[in-house]
C-alpha cells in the first residue's frame, strides 16, 4: 500500500494570479475580522491596523494590475 500524498501540503510549483489574488483577499478577510478585537483589547494600535490592511489591499491591487 503507497501511502497519497495530501495535495493541500505539498507547495505548488506554479500558483496562478487568480489564486494569489484569492489567498491575499482571505487574509484582508481575516485581519478585518482579527485586527478590531485587537484593538479593543490593546494589543494592537488602530493605526497599526489600518496600515497593515491597506498594505494586503495594495498587495491584492498589485496582483490584480498584473492580471489585467
Known amino acids: 500500500m503507497t501511502a497519497r500524498r495530501n495535495p493541500?501540503?505539498?507547495?505548488?510549483?506554479?500558483?496562478?494570479l487568480d489564486r494569489q489574488i484569492r489567498a491575499v483577499e482571505r487574509e484582508i478577510d481575516q485581519r478585518r475580522e482579527t485586527y478590531p478585537r485587537r484593538v479593543s483589547d490593546q494589543r494592537m494600535s488602530q493605526q497599526f491596523a489600518d496600515e497593515e490592511i491597506?498594505?494586503?489591499?495594495?498587495?491584492?491591487?498589485t496582483l490584480r494590475?498584473?492580471?489585467g
Open 54 to 61: 491597506a498594505v494586503m489591499e495594495a498587495v491584492r491591487d
Open 65 to 67: 494590475g498584473l492580471r
Open 8 to 16: 493541500y501540503l505539498a507547495a505548488p510549483r506554479f500558483v496562478t
